[in-house]
């Protein structure tokens, strides 16, 4: 049951705090990712720098992971860690759950995106992560989103959902990764 006055809709436009983003992968060739700090995103287009910044439009322009999920992927393939760069995913976000973004307008340090869809694994991720890494990537793989207003992202900048209440910005989620 649902507290009193409150819909399913406005519990689903309640963020506990902001998330942050902790990575950014560049694949300028299809195959070959650079890890950097920043990156600017245009509008319907994507990460300028990476591959699918070539076409115009499309749902697919920008991927995103969670950083909390990298460790499930390690532990159900028996590793100890897994880098997002081995994903090939442009985006690592910590703290907001990425899935509730999928449908919705959020921001990324200056630029606007909209999620359009699950990111799900492809056949490559048993190549990458071994026997068994199709299946630990299921429900692990991310989100899509296109990028409706560009600007700079870069390591550290928040990620919020629009039209959400400010909340808090967590100072425990900074984290290194390897990279």
Not at 97 to 124: K, Q, T, V, W, Y
Request: net charge positive; proline share 4%.
């Amino acid at each position: 049951m649902l507290p009193a006055n409150q819909s399913l809709t406005d519990l689903r436009a309640r963020f506990a705090h902001a998330g942050r983003l902790e990575w950014i992968g560049l694949r300028a060739e299809r195959w070959r990712i650079e890890c950097v700090t920043r990156a600017e995103l245009a509008p319907e287009r994507g990460l300028l720098g990476d591959h699918r910044a070539d076409q115009v439009g499309g749902k697919r322009q920008v991927t995103l992971i969670q950083f909390e999920h990298l460790m499930v992927v390690a532990a159900l393939c028996g590793r100890e860690v897994v880098s997002p760069a081995l994903l090939r995913r442009n985006l690592a976000v910590s703290g907001i759950n990425l899935l509730a973004l999928h449908d919705r307008r959020f921001r990324i340090g200056s630029a606007l995106l909209e999620g359009s869809g699950l990111c799900h694994p492809c056949s490559r991720m048993e190549e990458a992560l071994g026997q068994g890494g199709y299946n630990a990537m299921r429900g692990h793989g991310g989100i899509t989103a296109r990028v409706l207003e560009g600007g700079l992202v870069q390591i550290g900048d928040w990620v919020e959902a629009v039209d959400d209440t400010p909340r808090p910005q967590p100072s425990h989620i900074a984290r290194d990764i390897s990279r």
